[in-house]
């Protein structure tokens, strides 16, 4: 496995896998890699003859300097882990590496509207961050596929926008959230739950199902599935944070067209911010 932190290099390593016409899969990450981190990398490992994973804690989507610098980061563990699902390439550069001019000096990529529906979820400047080191991390390795996780539904959406209006010929393929056995969504930031918090935080798909049996039963309106939620999060401990049940494409609202609905959920438990994400076929 090789492990590379330098740009010339990558891209000499990339193009001697080019001439020789082997198909590339990026996974892009920001390492603390966990169960539902190495589903992604297991099922590029099926696909192609060159597995990439990129781990780089991009600074330009972080909104809070404190949230970027306590980001749990496991880089030792991290490769043990790769080594052992056969990644081929690790590129692991430093901020300096791929913002040498600073972020203030940084050409950005921005995908309008995608970006700035659901405001309660995200802020538009974490898109434009996350958008900006995709566009560069696709440009520096171009991979004929890359997968990314359904967790971050929102995400998934604006990346799949950005292929098409920035003529990458890059497949992008989504993998359904993998979960604890009591239904958490696996994420980096659970390791900054306490068992009390963690055990709270179950309730956060508990409640997302809750939203999606009464859009299948048509019981109540989007306003009042939404209000009834946001009370039963408050009542299970947990402080909304974005709560949005938009069509599945568009991610505007539901209308009489809208094949599939997607429920997008946000929710703090103490410092910690969780998010969760489920599709329900309407």
């Known amino acids: 496995m090789l492990i590379i932190k330098k740009l010339p290099k990558l891209k000499y390593i990339i193009k001697e896998f080019h001439k020789k016409n ?6 892009p990450t920001m390492g603390n890699l966990h169960d539902g981190h190495l589903k992604l990398v297991s099922e590029a490992r099926k696909n192609s003859d060159i597995l990439v994973v990129s781990i780089f804690i991009n600074p330009m989507q972080f909104s809070d300097n404190n ?15 790769l080594k052992k699902h056969h990644v081929d390439l690790v590129f692991v550069p430093k901020s300096t590496e791929i913002y040498p001019n600073g972020l203030k000096n940084q050409t950005y990529v921005n995908v309008p509207i995608l ?39 929102q995400q998934l959406v604006i990346i799949r926008k950005m292929i098409i209006d920035m003529n990458f010929s890059i497949d992008v393929i989504g993998i359904p959230t993998v979960r604890n056995k009591d239904g ?19 309730n956060l798909n508990k409640i997302m199902n809750y939203i999606a049996y009464q859009l299948v039963n048509k019981k109540l309106n989007i306003n009042q599935i939404t209000t009834q939620a946001k009370e039963m999060l408050l ?23 809208s094949r599939n609905a997607a429920i997008l959920i946000a929710a703090k438990i103490g410092n910690t911010r969780l998010i969760d994400y489920q599709k329900v076929i309407l």
């Open 184 to 202: 958490l969504a696996l994420s980096s930031r659970n390791i900054h739950l306490n068992p009390q918090e963690l055990k709270l935080a179950t």
């Open 22 to 27: 082997k198909s590339i899969a990026l996974v």
């Open 115 to 153: 970006s700035s529906f659901l405001k309660d979820m995200y802020c538009p400047i974490h898109f434009q961050g996350v958008t900006t080191i995709v566009s560069k991390l696709f440009n520096l390795i171009q991979p004929n596929m890359a997968y990314f996780g359904e967790k971050d539904f």
């Open 235 to 257: 009542n299970k401990g947990l402080k909304p944070d974005g709560l949005a049940i938009c069509d599945e494409i568009t991610l505007d609202k539901l209308t009489i067209q």
């Open 67 to 81: 949230d970027l610098l306590t980001y749990p980061r496991t880089l030792n563990e991290d490769y043990k882990k």
